[in-house]
């Protein structure tokens, strides 16, 4: 197991779309700690990979996500609900040479999951970030962590992430990004 670093790490945002964050069970959270997130990594010039599950009928990105990273945003649509299942975001995955992948999102059993699953396949080192991942009830939510466990990804919470990237409250950005959390 290990603690999460700046300067190896990607974060993976799977499909929360206006549509489908509407219903999830927690959308709160996960839109709240989604954000958090985002913004963290901006600050940390940790990059961002943005998929969307059929933009057409689902909507796009939740603009709360997608505002703070401005022009630094790659946003891929899908189709597969393994989003590793598109040439362009293995690509993207690769150009960014990062091996530590942490991934949030919508549908936790479906999306996230089967990601997930290829992420580890593809010797990425994962973390779910349990509390920006949403499914329509609790009970799927659940068993998609569970499973997501069983496939060898490390289940952490936003908190767990955003001090495990500080490393210490000496970072010279502790006092911006802790404020992201009071």
């Known amino acids: 197991m290990s603690i999460l670093n700046d ?21 709160s959270t996960v839109q709240s700690k989604s954000e958090v997130l985002v913004k963290t990594a901006k600050i940390l010039n940790i990059p961002v990979i ?15 996500i997608t505002e703070p990273l401005q022009d630094d945003i790659k946003v891929f649509e899908k189709n597969f609900f393994s989003a ?3 040439e362009e975001i293995e690509q993207a995955m690769s150009e960014a040479g ?5 991934v949030m999102g919508i549908e936790t059993h479906i999306c996230v999951n089967q990601t997930v699953a290829d992420l ?3 010797g990425y080192e994962v973390f779910v970030v349990t509390d920006a991942c949403g499914s329509r009830s609790e009970s799927e939510y659940n068993a998609g962590l569970e499973r997501m466990k069983m496939h060898g990804a490390q289940l952490i919470t936003t908190e767990i992430a955003l001090f495990e990237w500080l490393k210490s409250s000496k970072h010279e950005h502790f ?7 009071k």
């Open 7 to 27: 300067n190896e790490s990607l974060l993976f945002i799977v499909d929360i779309q206006e549509r489908l964050l509407k219903a999830v069970f927690n959308r």
């Open 50 to 64: 943005i998929t969307e599950q059929y933009p057409k009928g689902l909507g796009s990105t939740v603009q709360s």
């Open 84 to 86: 590793l299942k598109n």
């Open 98 to 102: 990062k091996k530590q992948v942490l």
């Open 120 to 122: 580890i396949k593809a």
């Open 175 to 181: 006092k911006e990004i802790q404020s992201l959390i």
